[in-house]
């Protein structure tokens, strides 16, 4: 969340996050019908329907929402193992200012790994049939598994309460009739894969280095997919392998900035930043071939045991000034390097290991998606610059570093990169994460910026592109990274300071709720929240 507007500060974007979370059915990737049509059956009120067994959900991360149990004790609450923890907790990245952390401890958490039927008993309560939610890799395997290949030896060393409570909260999901769609790495690496700290004080001398040894950790985390592909194959169908891989990239090994910073957060390290790219593609495409393979259980009965996708920030660019070829070539680049160089490796198995625009074909790369999880906030402006800011990637970081950083609410991007996935890629389309910051003396404006959003993907979905679900960010405020509990996007509030770590609903999950049990957007909403921009 929010981490790109580091690199608009690096990188000449002038940023934009938005001003501010009835189900469908069983199956997000299993639309019955048409998914451009509406459904005929309803009467012509003038809702927005949307199609048929359209999911509507929310989602979370396990190291954001787990933390901060209300009686757990904490190391039966926290998950101490990942890298993550490690930054947030060490006295050295605390002490250094150039790792931007703001400091809350991890007891600051909405306490979710102990509240959790509580707070699918609230999704549910909302009309919500969908719930995205990560596995913690490190939950499960707090120790390495170096060397181990035999799925029973690997059974053998599982964290037993971890894989319990993670069968738990899928039970309870079924129990309500919600599906979840399961990310397996949200940003977290086992501590005994990554030492964020020590990578971060000297990344060339450290010992375990994360995906910059690529050989290792694209190893090691196609073994873990597997694993889980069998262990919660009968509770799952649909999975996601990774989160937004270039958010791992640019503030982990180019531009850690006070608004996101990843371990190991060294700045301009561009050879490594490469690695790290071509890690993270090679391991989607492992990831995907192990739960295929692992993964032989029908979860719902829909004849369908896995389908395997990856969450990706897509995000529109434009020049600031459209006349000005640096700007024109800038915002080129930009979405290229953004939104398009990954995707083209694993979508049609087309890599750019260089990041120069100059794509090789992959047989073993293409067509490693069934689906693409869109995560949607905002849109950029960008300036261009004759002086490259990295030296070794000049053809594609041409970017004015001075341009200020401001926030659009701009809900027209949400159909415009739909239509880029069903145009490029030909794939079915859910929206996996789309939100906005809460501010407590303006709660309207989330409402009108989910009715917004909403608004233009039932246009997309109008328009042909095959959409499946809609994930609003986020359940309940939860432990925002480097930000910790300052920043809130939930469709429940969650007070840090309240020892039991009550919810209470804000004005704007009522709204989305009255959307996801109608099944569309009311007139009433589209009045009270009219798009001040024209339909395309």
Not at 499 to 506: F, G, M, T
């Amino acid at each position: 969340m929010r981490w790109f507007e580091a690199w608009a500060v690096a990188c000449g974007m002038a940023l934009a996050a938005c001003g501010g979370g009835g189900g469908g059915g069983s199956d997000a990737l299993d639309a019955d019908g048409d998914a451009s049509e509406v459904d005929s059956a309803e009467p012509d009120d003038g809702t927005l329907r949307f199609p048929p067994g359209f999911l509507f959900g929310a989602a979370i991360a396990g190291f954001q929402a787990d933390m901060g149990c209300p009686t757990l004790a904490p190391e039966q609450c926290e998950d101490r193992g990942s890298d993550w923890y490690q930054w947030i907790t060490s006295p050295e990245i605390l002490a250094d200012p150039g790792a931007h952390m703001a400091g809350d401890p991890p007891t600051a958490g909405p306490g979710f790994w102990e509240l959790y039927e509580q707070d699918i008993e609230r999704l549910a309560g909302l009309g919500l049939r969908g719930f995205r939610m990560s596995l913690e890799w490190s939950r499960i395997f707090p120790t390495a598994t170096d060397g181990v290949e035999s799925m029973d030896v690997l059974r053998s060393i599982a964290d037993p309460e971890a894989v319990a409570r993670y069968h738990a909260i899928f039970a309870a999901l079924k129990a309500r009739g919600v599906t979840p769609l399961v990310t397996l790495n949200h940003y977290t690496l086992p501590l005994w894969l990554h030492d964020g700290v020590a990578c971060h004080e000297d990344l060339e001398s450290c010992r375990d280095r994360g995906w910059v040894d690529s050989t290792r950790a694209v190893h090691e985390i196609a073994k873990y997919a597997r694993f889980v592909g069998e262990e919660f194959g009968a509770e799952v169908d649909l999975w996601a392998t990774e989160n937004e891989p270039f958010a791992v990239v640019f503030p982990g090994y180019i531009f850690p900035s006070a608004d996101r910073v990843n371990p190991p957060g060294v700045s301009l390290a561009s050879a490594e930043a490469k690695t790290v790219f071509n890690a993270l593609i090679e391991a989607h495409a492992r990831m995907y071939d192990a739960l295929k393979a692992a993964d032989t259980k029908d979860a719902d009965g829909d004849g369908v045991a896995a389908e395997v996708g990856l969450v990706y920030a897509m995000t529109p660019f434009r020049p600031a000034d459209p006349s000005e070829p640096l700007d024109v070539r800038a915002a080129e680049r930009a979405f290229y390097l953004w939104n398009l160089a990954f995707l083209d490796a694993v979508a049609k198995g087309v890599e750019d290991p260089e990041l120069d625009g100059e794509g090789v074909p992959r047989a073993d790369l293409a067509g490693r998606m069934d689906y693409v999880g869109v995560n949607y906030y905002t849109r950029v402006t960008i300036e261009g610059t004759e002086d490259p800011l990295l030296p070794d990637l000049s053809a594609l970081t041409t970017f004015n570093p001075f341009t200020l950083v401001v926030w659009e609410d701009y809900p027209r991007g949400i159909y415009e990169m739909a239509t880029l996935v069903r145009e490029r890629y030909g794939l079915p389309v859910i929206i996996t994460e789309n939100g906005v910051e809460i501010h407590e003396d303006d709660e309207a404006a989330a409402s009108r910026f989910f009715v917004r959003h909403l608004t233009w993907l039932w246009r997309a979905i109008r328009d042909g592109v095959d959409v499946r679900g809609y994930f609003a960010w986020t359940l309940v405020d939860n432990y925002e990274w480097n930000h910790g509990m300052e920043l809130r996007f939930g469709l429940f509030a969650v007070e840090p300071d309240d020892p039991a770590k009550a919810r209470r609903q804000r004005p704007h999950a009522a709204v989305y709720g009255d959307i996801a049990t109608r099944h569309g957007i009311s007139p009433a909403l589209q009045t009270q929240y009219p798009e001040p921009e024209a339909a395309p």
